[in-house]
């Protein structure tokens, strides 16, 4: 009896837990492009980010001027606040570098 107890016990806890943290109500209320795979975090979340940066690629509704990628296909730039077309970001490894 006791074991059937704690299979009981476990079986809910991992339902919980999957319904808690997969939610698509839960994931969506974070996602700025809804219905759109995308990985970016910086600007906007789960946008599409071509170069993978973290810089959402800007679209009609999200713009450079908004906090969108200005180099959505450079991943050492995403932006170029002179608007010279050289980006602002200096490391090791990036290019177009002001």
Do not use: H
Not at 11 to 28: D, E, G, K, M
Not at 40 to 57: A, F, K
Not at 64 to 90: C, I, L, N, V
Request: with cysteine.
């Amino acid at each position: 009896m006791r074991s059937r107890r704690v299979t009981i016990l476990m079986a809910t806890t991992l339902l919980i837990s999957l319904l808690a943290f997969t939610s698509p109500a839960l994931a969506a209320e974070d996602d700025d492009c809804p219905g759109i795979n995308g990985d970016s975090t910086y600007d906007r979340n789960g946008c599409p980010d071509t170069d993978g940066d973290g810089w959402s690629d800007p679209d009609e509704n999200w713009t450079t001027a908004d906090g969108a990628d200005a180099f959505p296909e450079e991943k050492t730039q995403w932006a170029d606040r002179d608007g010279d077309g050289f980006g602002d970001t200096s490391s090791f490894d990036a290019v177009l570098i002001d």
